[in-house]
């Protein structure tokens, strides 16, 4: 693979804001474009590497993947390595006018390949368009939704799919939503939006605030206990963990206190971090909270390098809670008073600064089409195939913990 190329990724949300699928569009850090014949091929199979697993198959379980395709990349055998029916390769309408590009379309198509045409003049290609592309990416502007309603009605009547982009606020999202549009939102989702949810701590994520203040404090196994055993849903939800084939106990563990023993005070911390998230209740928690764990993953194996698991778990709980002011609906200020976290990642979370911060820079820089990434791996002496392997690593590994 070229030594530039960075996969950067984009959520796509249905209109009931869950994450359907993800768009990895690849970037280059140097001069000129990276689309020769080998490094394409290489760049998909790192993808199918990371993706698809030889026992678990798809491990993005139900997204889809769109990948931000050129012509070059339409015959590259490692396509075949990635599942047909959750593959989508985005492509301007304008190369289809080239009959070996659309020769190359129908047979991807035929054998089960999405393809996503941008840029498409929906009025000029008509009744054609259905035996072109699985899905047409279209413009959404809350500006004026009677004219696209009827627009794009003719299209809810055929097997196309319409996905909208630019959506640049929530207006134009609800609008999308109103025409029964998925959207790539892009950054979006971390912008908040008007909700008749309550801000601040839940009981639930209360109890779990408080379990994380005595974790810090090395407070006593029976201890911990004694607050576990006064909500039932959060002993329970461990007791699951620690059975899970994920943990890999070995054995049934039925007692809390054995339940903590086994576990340990870091990867405690770090299963509460998680919990503390899933408990939100914000109206839009499903993009926030799946890109909460990736990026808390993606910034925990970019670190472990340099930094060793021990300190990478850190950078673990950093990524996290750089999202959780968003997922409680309160300040970041606020979210400290509430938990006690140590010096460098309070430092990451607030200037991006200290021994973990670039590593929760790059970490966000990959989420969406930034110029940092380049620079920043370069500065953290992490190469492409690295960050790309743990960027796609991450992604995986979130779809586990949504599981």
């Known amino acids: ?53 030889a026992e678990n198959g798809w491990l993005l379980r139900d997204k889809l993947l769109f990948l931000e395709a050129v012509p070059a990349m339409l015959s590259a055998d490692a396509l075949y390595d990635l599942p047909p029916e959750h593959t ?67 299209l809810k009547h055929t097997a196309v799919g319409m996905i909208a982009r630019p959506v640049s606020n929530w207006a134009d999202f609800d609008a ?27 009981p639930a994520q209360t109890v779990i605030m408080q379990l994380m203040q005595m974790v810090r404090q090395n407070a006593d196994i029976a201890q911990l206990e004694a607050v576990l055993k006064h909500d039932a849903a959060l002993s329970y939800k461990l007791l699951r963990f620690i059975n899970s084939a994920g943990f890999g106990a070995g054995r049934d563990v039925h007692s809390l206190r054995q339940a903590l023993a086994l576990l340990g005070y870091t990867p405690l911390y770090r299963w509460l971090t998680l919990l503390l998230a899933t408990a939100s209740t914000s109206g839009y928690s499903p993009v926030l909270l799946e890109t909460a764990v990736v990026r808390g993953r993606l910034a925990e194996l970019l670190a472990q390098p340099a930094l060793g698991q021990g300190e990478a778990e850190n950078v673990f709980v950093a990524g996290m809670f750089s999202l959780l002011d968003r997922l409680l609906g309160i300040p970041m200020d606020e979210v400290l008073t509430n938990v ?34 380049a ?16 960027h796609l690593s991450a992604l995986a590994w979130a779809q586990t913990v949504a599981a």
Not at 116 to 136: E, F, I
Not at 380 to 385: D, E, F, G, V
């Open 1 to 53: 693979m070229h030594q530039t190329t960075f996969l950067v990724r984009e959520p796509l949300l249905d209109p009931r804001q869950r994450v359907v699928g993800y768009e990895l569009a690849w970037h280059h850090g140097g001069a000129g474009a990276d689309s020769t014949r080998e490094s394409l091929e290489s760049l998909i199979g790192l993808v199918a590497s990371q993706v698809v697993d």
């Open 375 to 390: 620079s920043l791996s370069a500065t953290l002496k992490l190469s492409p195939l690295e960050v790309n392997q743990a």
């Open 340 to 373: 006690q976290l140590s010096e460098e990642v309070v430092a990451a979370l607030l200037s991006r600064s200290g021994k973990y911060g670039p590593y929760l820079a790059l970490a966000e820089a990959c989420e969406l089409s930034m110029d940092l990434v």
């Open 176 to 202: 999308c939503a109103a025409l029964g549009l998925n959207a790539f939102v892009g950054k979006l989702h971390l912008t908040p939006r008007p909700s008749t949810n309550p801000k601040g701590l839940n």
């Open 88 to 154: 989508v390769l985005s492509l301007k309408a304008a190369e289809l006018d080239d009959p070996d590009i659309m020769a190359a379309v129908q047979g991807l198509r035929a054998g089960g390949v999405g393809i996503l045409l941008r840029d498409a003049d929906l009025a000029r290609l008509g009744t054609r368009l259905p035996g072109m592309a699985s899905y047409v990416e279209v413009r959404c502007s809350g500006v004026d939704v009677a004219t696209q309603a009827r627009t794009y009605a003719a």
